[in-house]
Structure formats: C-alpha cells, structure tokens
C-alpha cells in the first residue's frame, strides 16, 4: 500500500512509545537540512512559496531518473514548525525512489501512525501540508509529462 | 457588572508597587508599568537560572519545539494536554492542576517564569491559566523564545527532574474574576463596555474567517462582536517582541480603545491565547483588575447560533 521505505518508517513509528516517539520525530526534524538540494543537483520542477498553510517558506524539488522514480528535495524557512520539518524529512526519504504517480495515490491516513494522535491537533495541521506540497509537484510533473506525449503522438 | 478585583499581587516585592498602582488610576499616561516585577529580561533570567523558588516554563504553539531545545531547568507545560480538559472543551479542574504543578516541582510560592514561541501567547495563556488557579507568583520572560535564541543564549535538551510537592488543590477557579463566558460577551456588547478584539484586521472586518496562516481554522461566519474594538495583539509589542512601553500602551488602550480602568473589560481572539497577550499587557503592564479573557473567542462566537456580529471595521 505504501512504498516500502516509507512502510518501514511508519512500522518503526508504531512500535514506539510515546516518548521515543517524539524524541524520533526531533531526530528527523534535525535531519531536515540533509534533505534540501545538494551543489550541482539539476531538478525537473522546483517549487518555492510561502503559502497561508505554512508559516514560512516552503520549496520542493523533484528530480525523476532515467528509471521513472522520483526524488524530492525540500527547503524549509525558519519559522516552519517541529513537526513540520520532520515530516518532511519523513517523506523525502521514505517516498525517495517511488514514482511520481505512487506518490500521487498515497493516502495520507499514515500521518496519524507516525506522529500519533496526541500530536495531530489544531496548530499542527501543517504536518499534511508538506504531503500536499509534495503532492502538488507530482501532479505538475505527471500533467506535463501526459501533455509532452499527446503532443508527440499528434 | 460589579466584581471582586483580582489580585494581581504577584510577591512580596510587587507590595511596594502599590503606590504605582493608585497613581496609574490617577494618570493614564504611566511611565512605568503597574507591575514590572511581571516581567523579567533575558540577562536577569540567565543570571537566576539555577534559583531554587524559580520554576521556568516553556509554552509554545510548536508542540515539539522545547524538545528541540529549552532554557536549562524549563519544564514544558502543553497548552493542550496540560491545561485543558480531554473531554469537555474547558480547562482542567483543580485537582488536576495541584497534580499538574506537582510533577513539575512547582509549590504553591514557587515564581513560575513563562516564556514560549509566537511572542509569548502561549506563555501568557499559560500565565493565565495559572491564574485562574490562584497561582500568585508568575512572570513573564519579556521577549520571549525568540529572544533568548536571537541572542544566543544557552539552551540544552536535557529535560528536568523536580522532586515531586504538595501543592495543595485550590479551592475553585477563578472563572468569574478572570474569564468571560459567551453569556458575558453578550451582556458586555449589550451594555457597551469595552470589548477587545484582540485579531488581525482581516478577521475583525469579517474579510476572512480565519487567521492568516490558519485556514484549516475556519468558522461559519467572519465578523466581530457587536461593539468590539480592534487592537490587534501585536499593537502592545515591539520587533523584537518586547512589550511597549506603558505610556505607549495607555496611548493604545486607553485613547485609542476606550478602555477605562474604571470599567471592566473584555478582551477575545479565536482561541483564547493571543487574548491572553492583551489580557496580560491590562492586567499587568496597565495595572488594570478588571479585565477578563473570553476564551471561547470567534470559535464560539463566529459558530454559535443565535449570536450577532458586525462587520466592517
């Protein structure tokens, strides 16, 4: 159902007690930075903006390689929240080396399984935004993509 | 609406402000604030840091943000999970508070310091939750979180233990002296005493029903409380999210809201926590005993059948 590095990231999630819980979701959100664009690295789409979702601004970057499978970058202002930044580093390595279309289809009930329940409230809403975003830049890809073969096949 | 003042007495050293006090009921146009024991700065905190009767206190909107790093000896006190009740939405009952500041080494004379994200809403929310206890000796940490990291002062992860007190559970909370009920909201609009709509511009006018990076926050309808005044939150602070001074603070409160030290005042948001700001900037900046925090706010109001509002500014 899900892609599998993902899988294994809410697995371990669901095993833990509340309080490693949280200290893991810290530990992703300090490896946030690990996941912004690396020097020379030449995307498909990059998307930077500061939505009303979110309190700063928010970039994705998707790379898809030769084998169809994408890899998201993301950079994140300094205002985005805790939770926020460690999803995003969640989904950047879990979703890394599904397909666009995969990623497309994910349903996001795995959200509460990660950060549980007692975290998902108003005022952390935002820990759906990043998948949203991510979301977001898969479709542009796919719409482009489905456009570039239409107009090759007419 | 004849009430009981609420003590806003905050120790033994907050006696000697009394004189303050009676001369800010006489000028309102202060140059110092009514209780400036409230407030502490980043250097006199980082120089108290190991006080025995201190207990610091990280609030934020960041659910996760003490645990990335707090003050050393902060204890983290969750607007959510700590403070308000799992089932009903209202704050939790005494006992549970006498637990509550038992498990975080506080006694009932122990100087909490509040300070948290967001300027301090949620320190002030807490601050006055506290309160609503009966807590005494709470302060807050002008400035706030960003402060102390904008000025690289020391932070760690290691997560305080307290020897557990006998804080003994209070008698009642103070829900009449410092908290309005939508019933209270009503009868204040009615009777047009001053009403603080504390909100963005945007909010107030009814242009958006939410705030600004918050849609997921939305109500059934924008506007404001019939009467309301608009000082947004962030009128009483500075860039740095410092408080102004009093004599700017009367300038905006009392000439530019018509608040009166004379006539009790009702301040409100969405949620309850940037009204704490204000309602801690009149209680204890301003000096005020009058003001109570309506923290039912627009989510109640903007959803509650049978409530007026008024649009425009």
């Known amino acids: 159902m899900y892609p599998e590095k993902l899988q294994n990231i809410i697995e371990l999630f669901e095993t833990l007690p509340e309080v490693e819980r949280r200290e893991t979701l810290v530990a992703y959100s300090d490896s946030a930075p690990k996941q912004e664009p690396r020097p020379n690295e030449k995307f498909d789409l990059e998307d930077v903006r500061k939505d009303e979702e979110c309190a700063d601004k928010v970039g994705v970057y998707l790379l898809v390689d030769d084998k169809g499978r994408a890899h998201v970058r ?10 926020t930044r460690a999803m995003s580093s969640i989904l950047c390595k879990g979703l890394d080396g599904a397909t666009p279309q995969e990623i497309l289809d994910l349903p996001s009930d795995f959200v509460t399984r990660i950060v549980g329940a007692e975290l998902v409230r108003v005022r952390s809403q935002t820990t759906y935004y990043v998948l949203t975003r991510i979301k977001g830049i898969c479709k542009v890809y796919l719409d482009r993509q489905r456009a570039t073969e239409v107009r090759l096949q007419a | ?71 050393p000896g902060a ?48 320190a002030c929310y807490a601050l006055w939750a506290f309160r609503l206890f009966g807590h005494k000796n ?135 926590e940037r009204s704490s700001h204000t309602w801690f900037v009149l209680t204890y900046l301003l000096g005020l005993d009058n003001v109570r925090n309506y923290d039912g706010s627009w989510t109640e109001w903007g959803n509650k059948v049978g409530a007026p509002i008024e649009k425009g500014a």
């Open chain 2, 138 to 272: 709470v302060k807050i940490l002008n400035g706030g979180r960003d402060k102390w990291k904008a000025e690289n002062r020391p932070t760690t992860r290691d997560v305080p233990k307290y020897p557990a007190t006998e804080y003994p559970v209070p008698a009642k909370r103070m829900d009449k002296e410092i908290r309005a009920f939508v019933d209270e909201a009503l009868a204040q609009s009615h009777a047009k005493k001053p009403l603080i709509d504390v909100r963005s511009p945007g909010e107030f006018k009814g242009e958006i029903t939410h705030m600004a990076e918050y849609p997921q926050e939305g109500v059934l309808r924008g506007g404001h409380i019939p009467g309301a005044k608009s000082v947004p939150w962030k009128t009483a602070t500075k860039e740095d999210n410092t408080f102004k001074s009093a004599a700017e603070l009367a300038k905006i409160y009392f000439e530019g809201a018509g608040v009166k030290p004379e006539v009790d005042t009702v301040v409100y948001c969405r949620i309850g």
């Open chain 2, 1 to 71: 609406m004849q009430r009981n003042p609420v003590p806003v007495q905050l120790d033994e050293s907050s006696c000697h402000r009394q004189s303050a006090v009676d001369h800010f009921y006489m000028n309102t146009n202060p140059t110092e604030y009514a209780h400036p024991e409230a407030l502490v700065g980043t250097d006199w905190l980082e120089q108290h840091l190991n006080d025995g009767d201190i207990r610091i206190v990280e609030s934020n909107e960041d659910i996760l943000l003490y645990d990335t790093g707090h003050i």
């Open chain 1, 74 to 83: 993301m950079t994140l202002g300094p205002e985005v929240q805790t939770l």
């Open chain 2, 75 to 122: 204890v983290h006190i969750d607007w959510r999970a700590d403070l308000q009740d799992p089932v009903i939405r209202d704050y939790i009952a005494p006992d549970k508070f006498a637990e509550l500041c038992s498990r975080n080494g506080i006694g009932p004379e122990t100087t909490c310091v509040f300070y948290g994200d967001k300027a301090n809403w949620w």
